[in-house]
């Protein structure tokens, strides 16, 4: 049994008429009969009973003909299937995000991106990743790049990562905090300041980065809160809540949420980047990592 002869058989079923379905089918009328009869020989019954006027179904035919049918659209819906994954897969990139300065820098990647892909088709999915999920996201390609602080991902030989910036750390605090209108800080004066931080428990990268920052600050600060993620933080700075060590890109995205000032003696930066699977054979990852490393390359990275 060939899909060829399920099609002449429906054609001929629908037209009833051998000729007519020959003529639908742009091949000889002796070629559909014997496609059909080779059909019925192969089922053992009559599928069609055929007169000199026209050509009808059986009741063994009209049960063939529903499956006939059936198997003839999960046939043309498997080929459609197919070629759009092929097309989702050449142009669809499932992009993940921690926190909301990742989020920031991969909408100035991605829209510069697409426009210097106008017309050829780029369809990116984001997804919020917590930070103890983006190495399992990464390994089980649920995601194709994240972007989040490059500590995360170092230690894994499967992962590689392209660092795009290092910003220095600063304090963040609420408009309405004592320290808002002040450029600079002594350390001292952060002693007793209740400090808030997003939860890092997932990376032990990450974790062993924010030790670095108190023992340059000298002391560990009072943690009143850590947040799920750095939004949530934000918020309970900007409300009063307490104070929060932050990348100085975060002068620019948040300046009327947030006063920003200066540790004195106080040197640290924070690596960003993004991180992609190794064996991850994607042609549009492979596509959008070549747009950025030129990016990066030239210093064209927007932040």
Same mark, same amino acid.
């Given at each position: 049994?060939?899909?060829?002869?399920? +099609?002449?058989?429906?054609?001929?079923?629908?037209?009833?008429?051998?000729?007519?379905?020959?003529?639908?089918?742009?091949?000889?009328?002796?070629? @559909?009969?014997?496609?059909?009869?080779?059909?019925? $020989?192969?089922?053992?019954?009559?599928?069609?009973?055929?007169?000199?006027?026209?050509?009808?179904?059986?009741?063994?035919?009209?049960? =063939?003909?529903?499956?006939?049918?059936?198997?003839?659209?999960?046939c043309d819906?498997?080929?459609?299937?197919?070629?759009?994954?092929k097309m989702?897969?050449?142009?669809?990139?499932?992009?993940?995000?921690?926190? !909301?300065?990742?989020? *920031?820098?991969? !909408?100035?990647? /991605?829209?510069?991106?697409?426009?210097?892909?106008?017309?050829?088709? =780029?369809?990116?999915?984001?997804?919020?990743?917590?930070?103890?999920?983006?190495?399992?996201?990464?390994?089980?390609?649920?995601?194709? /790049? /994240?972007?989040?602080?490059?500590?995360?991902?170092? $230690?894994?030989? *499967?992962?590689?990562?392209?660092?795009?910036?290092?910003?220095?750390?600063?304090?963040?605090?609420?408009?309405?905090?004592p320290l808002?209108?002040? +450029?600079?800080?002594?350390?001292?004066?952060? +002693?007793?300041?209740?400090?808030?931080?997003?939860?890092?428990?997932?990376?032990?990268?990450?974790?062993?980065?924010?030790?670095?920052?108190?023992?340059?600050?000298?002391? *560990?600060?009072?943690?009143?809160?850590? %947040? %799920?993620?750095?939004?949530?933080?934000?918020?309970? /700075?900007?409300?009063?809540?307490?104070?929060?060590?932050?990348?100085?890109?975060?002068?620019?995205?948040?300046?009327?949420?947030?006063?920003?000032?200066? @540790?004195?003696?106080?040197?640290?930066?924070?690596?960003?980047?993004? %991180?992609?699977?190794?064996?991850?054979?994607?042609?549009?990852? +492979?596509? =959008?990592?070549?747009?950025?490393?030129?990016?990066?390359?030239?210093?064209? !990275?927007?932040?």
């Open positions: 049994m060939t899909f060829q002869q399920l +099609r002449y058989f429906i054609a001929t079923a629908d037209y009833k008429s051998f000729s007519k379905a020959a003529e639908s089918c742009y091949v000889a009328q002796t070629a @559909i009969s014997k496609q059909i009869a080779n059909l019925e $020989d192969e089922l053992d019954c009559q599928l069609l009973a055929r007169n000199k006027h026209q050509v009808q179904l059986t009741r063994s035919g009209e049960v =063939f003909y529903r499956y006939a049918q059936e198997i003839l659209h999960l819906n498997a080929v459609q299937g197919t070629k759009m994954a989702l897969e050449m142009t669809h990139l499932r992009i993940g995000y921690w926190g !909301i300065l990742e989020q *920031r820098m991969l !909408i100035n990647l /991605v829209k510069k991106y697409k426009k210097n892909r106008e017309g050829q088709g =780029f369809s990116p999915l984001y997804s919020s990743v917590d930070l103890n999920k983006v190495v399992p996201a990464l390994l089980n390609q649920e995601q194709d /790049v /994240v972007l989040m602080p490059t500590s995360v991902v170092k $230690d894994n030989p *499967r992962i590689d990562y392209l660092p795009l910036a290092e910003p220095d750390i600063c304090l963040a605090v609420g408009k309405d905090h808002a209108a002040r +450029r600079e800080v002594e350390r001292e004066e952060l +002693r007793r300041e209740n400090f808030i931080t997003s939860d890092t428990s997932g990376s032990a990268g990450l974790q062993q980065l924010r030790e670095t920052y108190w023992e340059q600050l000298g002391f *560990r600060p009072n943690m009143l809160l850590y %947040a %799920a993620e750095t939004e949530s933080a934000l918020l309970m /700075v900007e409300t009063g809540g307490g104070v929060m060590l932050v990348t100085e890109l975060m002068r620019q995205y948040s300046p009327k949420r947030l006063s920003f000032c200066t @540790i004195k003696g106080f040197h640290a930066t924070q690596e960003i980047g993004m %991180a992609w699977l190794r064996e991850n054979g994607s042609p549009s990852l +492979r596509e =959008f990592l070549q747009f950025v490393r030129q990016e990066e390359k030239t210093g064209q !990275i927007e932040l």
